[in-house]
């Protein structure tokens, strides 16, 4: 089992920076995949980023690319998403996601463990 715990969302200004860090514990991180996705209100649960288990590749939603970056330190057992020129569109909840598997990326059903979610606000 991996426990993961995303934090760092809160409410920021239009054009601000936000770091969410999703935090795991249980079984050894540098084995997993790790993605972050995001529910805005009212619609179907998306991609955002994904990054190796050595952190060797990284993958963006085109929505987000320029504009965050993910990251991880498998020493800490933390996988980070620094997140800037925030939009308003960039409202939602963010939850990091863990894989086993190889090459999963943006299929959400194939990854094995969920955290709870972060709150990410973004005003005009």
């Known amino acids: 089992q991996v426990q993961l715990v995303e934090s760092g969302g809160g409410l920021v200004q239009a054009g601000g920076s936000l770091r969410l860090s999703c935090a795991a514990s249980g079984r050894t991180f540098g084995n997993y995949d790790v993605a972050w996705f995001r529910r805005a209100p009212g619609k179907e649960r998306e991609f955002v980023a994904e990054i190796t288990r050595t952190g060797g590749s990284t993958y963006y939603a085109d929505s987000v690319k320029g504009r965050f970056t993910i990251s991880r330190d498998n020493f800490k057992n933390t996988v980070y998403l620094q997140m800037s020129s925030l939009k308003p569109e960039d409202t939602a909840v963010y939850y990091c996601?863990?894989?086993?598997?190889?090459?999963?990326?943006?299929?959400?059903?194939?990854?094995?463990?969920w955290g709870q979610g972060t709150q990410v606000t973004v005003s005009s």
């Open positions: 996601a863990a894989s086993f598997r190889l090459g999963v990326v943006y299929r959400e059903s194939l990854y094995d463990y």
